[in-house]
C-alpha cells in the first residue's frame, strides 16, 4: 500500500507477499485484493491466499490479520468434508457496525456474505447459489457498495444449463 501525504504519495509498504517478515504473510498473497478505508482514516483489505486458496482480511494499522474464510466445508453437498477454493472476487466494505466482505466459492459457484462486528466476531452466510435445486453459478465479479443502511451486492450470473444459455448482471441489498 502507498499512502498519500498531501504532496504525493509515501514509498509503497508490502503487506503481505513472498519475503514478508511475518509468516503467516509470506508467500503467493494479494490475489483479487479489495481495500476500503474506515472513518478514521484506517485501511482495510481482503483478498485470496493463493498457498491455501483462502480468503483472509487485513487491517494494518489495527493490528488485525484473519482469515475470513478457511473454504472447509463440512457435511455439504453429500461430502462429509470437502476444501474449497475461496476469496475470488473479494469485496470489502466499511460501515458503522463494522466491515463486511462479499466473495465467491469458486468450488460452489455461491456468492457469500462475511461480516465482522467492531468486536472482532465474523459471521458468515450464503447470498446465492444454495437454492433448492440448480439455478446457476454466482459470485462472478462481486463487488459492493454502503448506502446508508444497506449494502447493494452486485455479481454476475451464469445460467448455462438452461435451453438458451444466460448470463446477467444480479443486484441484490442486504440490510447492514
Known amino acids: 500500500v502507498a499512502r498519500f501525504n498531501g504532496e504525493g504519495f509515501d514509498a509503497p509498504e508490502m503487506l503481505a507477499g513472498w519475503g514478508h517478515p511475518v509468516e503467516e504473510r509470506n508467500g503467493d498473497m494479494g490475489s ?46 453429500g461430502r462429509e468434508a470437502a476444501l474449497h477454493v475461496v476469496g475470488e472476487d473479494c469485496a470489502i466494505r466499511a460501515h458503522a457496525g463494522g466491515i463486511v466482505i462479499v466473495h465467491q466459492d469458486a468450488t460452489s459457484h455461491n456468492l457469500l456474505w462475511a461480516a465482522r462486528d467492531n468486536a472482532g466476531n465474523w459471521n458468515r452466510r450464503v447470498l446465492r447459489g444454495d437454492e433448492p435445486g440448480y439455478v446457476g453459478a454466482f459470485g462472478f465479479y462481486a ?18 444449463h438452461l435451453e438458451t444459455p444466460a448470463q446477467s448482471l444480479e443486484m441484490i441489498r442486504e440490510d447492514l
Do not use: F, K
Not at 482514516?41 to 493490528?63: F, I, K, W
Open 32 to 77: 483479487n485484493v479489495d481495500i476500503a478505508v474506515d472513518a478514521e482514516g484506517n485501511v482495510h483489505l481482503c483478498y485470496q491466499d493463493g498457498m491455501t486458496d483462502s480468503l483472509r482480511y487485513l487491517a494494518p494499522e489495527l493490528g488485525v490479520d484473519e482469515w475470513v474464510d478457511d473454504g472447509r466445508r463440512i457435511d455439504q453437498d
Open 143 to 160: 463487488t459492493a457498495e454502503v448506502v446508508g443502511e444497506s449494502l447493494w451486492i452486485s455479481n454476475y450470473v451464469y445460467q448455462h
